[in-house]
């Protein structure tokens, strides 16, 4: 009698753990919330148990009379993410250059992180007004920030970040699918299959689709910080001072680190759920690999 009833959610899940469960059992509320938490944590640790690219963890959402319990789903890792051979071997600048194209083009649909042509576009907004060639940028730093005339050299111009990157960063330097070792191209291609099939997923039951709109009802407050993800593919080692200039307020209050969010309208949703999970998890598996590989065998 002193026992608190079961919240939204764990009604919800405890739906969805009731349905999976062979044996009829009977359980006090505190046993029931155990039970409930402990079955669904292990379905989720069992799909991410895998993943070493980031780290990954789902929170339950209470909901209220107008909203139904929600899962999200979150990233704790901030910062670079690993590039393996790609940034640091020996291997030909066209593999390395083929293998960060692809990832610079798919892994944000799972992972919230930022590319070069997004720290480009903070780093002008934020120093030179929105100017993208060097004599807007000129401009700018004078008028706006009252930089001196004769001092311009000392600031770093769109021209100067660019000639930073190196040749491997350049899609344009990639070497064509046909000219690839056989290893990178059947990674290339598991990577281009898995993130087809996420693509694919319907948003209404996918761990890795956020609607931020909706996500602000659910976490109020949550709008006031950065907008920036907190994962980049952007080289540090090349480019320091930028990522930590863009970085700066979500250092302080916080990144936009929630990569999905879905309401639970039934304990259905709880196995779409998961299932759309399973999805994005081989597509994370699949950028592991291409990672992962040992250049000195391609």
């Known amino acids: 009698m002193f026992d608190q009833p079961l919240s939204p959610h764990h009604k919800l899940i ?8 062979q044996a009829a059992t009977l359980y006090t509320r505190p046993a029931a919330r155990q039970h409930i938490e402990r079955v ?32 999200a789903f979150i990233c704790d890792s901030i910062g670079q993410l690993d590039l393996g051979w790609i940034e640091t071997s020996n ?25 070069y042509d997004d720290l480009f576009e903070e780093i002008s907004t934020y120093y030179w007004e929105g100017e993208t060639d060097d004599e807007g940028a000129r401009h700018s730093l004078i008028e706006c920030h009252g930089a001196d005339p004769s001092e311009l050299d000392d600031y770093s ?14 899609s344009e330097n990639a070497a064509a699918y046909g000219d690839l070792p056989k290893a990178l191209r059947k990674a290339l291609k598991t990577l281009r ?53 863009v970085g700066r307020h979500g250092m302080e209050y916080g990144f936009m680190d929630v990569i999905g969010l879905c309401p639970l309208e039934d304990a259905d949703h709880v196995t779409g759920w998961l299932a759309s999970l399973e999805i994005g998890v081989r597509f994370l598996l699949a950028a592991q690999e291409l990672i992962n590989l040992d250049p000195d065998r391609l």
């Open 14 to 21: 405890g739906r969805w753990v009731a349905g999976r469960d």
């Open 40 to 71: 669904f944590n292990a379905a989720v640790l069992e799909a991410l148990n895998s993943i070493t690219l980031a780290e990954l963890r789902v929170v339950a959402l209470n909901g209220n009379d107008e909203r139904p319990p929600a899962l």
């Open 91 to 115: 291997a030909p600048i066209p593999w390395r250059a083929a293998a960060y194209a692809a990832l610079e083009q798919a892994l944000g649909t799972a992972l919230p992180v930022f590319t």
């Open 157 to 170: 111009l769109p021209s100067t970040m660019n000639a930073r990157r190196p040749d491997w960063m350049f």
């Open 193 to 245: 299959n898995t993130v087809r099939d996420l693509r694919r997923t319907s948003p209404e039951r996918n761990a890795w689709h956020c609607d931020f709109d909706i996500l602000y009802d659910y976490v109020p407050g949550l709008e006031e910080c950065s907008s920036l993800p907190p994962l980049t593919l952007v080289p540090v080692e090349y480019f320091a001072r930028e990522v930590d200039d």
